[in-house]
């Protein structure tokens, strides 16, 4: 299994991203994504989740109402839309396969992860 994450970059504050995941293998569509991110200094952390039929959506709430996560399964691809982008979402952001179908906030429910991909917001 393997999660290739892509679209991350500069942008200016309040401007727009979206980042992709794109999953090879055997696992994607029966299970929940999620992505999280890392800033320089600090730990990993939950940004958004989605069940594994697009039903369900979670988010933490310093991203809640600026970015929507999305996927296709047809392409197993999952999607992150960020919008009114501030300079505290500067990070690398990583998505990963849940261990199940529901997508949970905690990185250990996670089984599979993407390599990462760097989002720079500048003031």
């Known amino acids: 299994v393997q999660l290739q994450a892509f679209g991350g970059g500069l942008v200016q504050a309040g401007g727009s991203l979206r980042l992709s995941c794109a999953a090879s293998g055997r696992i994607f569509s029966n299970n929940g994504m999620g992505w999280f991110r890392q800033g320089s200094g600090k730990e990993r952390e939950f940004v958004a989740g989605?069940?594994?039929?697009?039903?369900?959506?979670n988010y933490a709430d310093s991203v809640k109402g600026r970015f929507t996560i999305s996927r296709d399964n047809a392409k197993n691809t999952v999607y992150l839309q960020m919008t009114s982008l501030k300079p505290e979402d500067t990070a690398v952001y990583y998505c990963?396969?849940?261990?199940?179908?529901?997508?949970?906030?905690?990185?250990?429910?996670?089984?599979?992860w993407g390599q990462g991909t760097k989002v720079t917001v500048s003031s």
């Open positions: 989605i069940s594994w039929n697009g039903g369900n959506t």
């Open positions: 990963a396969a849940a261990r199940r179908a529901w997508a949970g906030t905690v990185a250990r429910e996670y089984q599979y």
